[in-house]
């Protein structure tokens, strides 16, 4: 079976530029996760979806970062302008409420340069 | 206080030695339990769920302990494989069932 798929695996991009990262969850999951991971930070939860709707959005830094989830098999996430401060790995994870205790499947990461 | 602690680490071990891990959870009311496995510049990877009454995978052995709301993950006759960041992680009652919190991770380095 296909786990999390992301893309691009790595971006590079200059200060001020839109970036998107993509995301198709497991077939039949029902949550959408998107987190940040820098080596100050940790593991830092920025949004999650439930059935496509935004459930929590409060780890999402400021406005220029926002996420959509326009059907069950794809997710984008959107940071405009970008900035140096927003370099990370951005991973995707997703979840099925109907099967195991709630364990998250994880992408691989896009890892994210802004110069 | 943060919601998962764990000791960063890193622990370091010769092959074929035993470690363990203990990790601290504040809220009383969590109900799932895991530990994650995280290589460096990989993804978080699902190693056990932790049960209540224990649970045994292989050379891995997870507690729970309600009581004093810790998390423990034993390794036995560690391989050079094992060398990873061991994240504890459990899911935030108060933000639904779905949201899991992680710790920052214990680094595990095994020798030679």
């Known amino acids: 079976d296909a786990g999390v798929i992301q893309s691009p695996r790595h971006e590079v991009t200059e200060m001020g530029q839109e970036v998107t990262l993509r995301c198709k969850p497991i077939?039949?999951?029902?949550?959408l996760f998107w987190y940040r991971q820098t080596m100050m930070r940790g593991l830092e939860l920025l949004i999650y979806f439930n059935n496509n709707v935004p459930i929590d959005d409060s780890g999402m830094p400021e406005d220029r970062f926002s996420a959509k989830m326009p059907n069950a098999s794809f997710s984008t996430l959107k940071i405009q302008p970008s900035e140096p401060r927003d370099s990370a790995v951005y991973f995707c994870?997703?979840?099925?409420?109907?099967?195991?205790?709630?364990?998250?499947?994880f992408g691989p990461g896009t890892r994210l340069t802004v110069t | 206080r943060k919601e998962v602690e764990q000791d960063p680490g890193p622990f370091n071990v010769p092959e074929g030695a035993t470690v363990a891990f203990n990790c601290t959870y504040s809220n009383s009311a969590s109900q799932s339990f895991f530990w994650y496995r995280q290589d460096c510049r990989k993804e978080p990877k699902l190693l056990m769920s932790?049960?209540?009454s224990g649970n045994e995978d292989g050379r891995f052995t997870a507690q729970l302990n309600r009581a004093s709301q810790y998390i423990s993950l034993l390794i036995r006759d560690s391989k050079l494989s094992d060398s990873a960041t061991y994240l504890c992680v459990v899911n935030g009652v108060n933000t639904g069932f779905q949201k899991l919190v992680f710790g920052t991770g214990t680094r595990l380095l095994v020798s030679p």
């Open positions: 077939s039949g999951h029902d949550y």
């Open positions: 994870a997703s979840s099925s409420a109907g099967k195991g205790r709630g364990e998250q499947y």
């Open positions: 932790v049960y209540s």
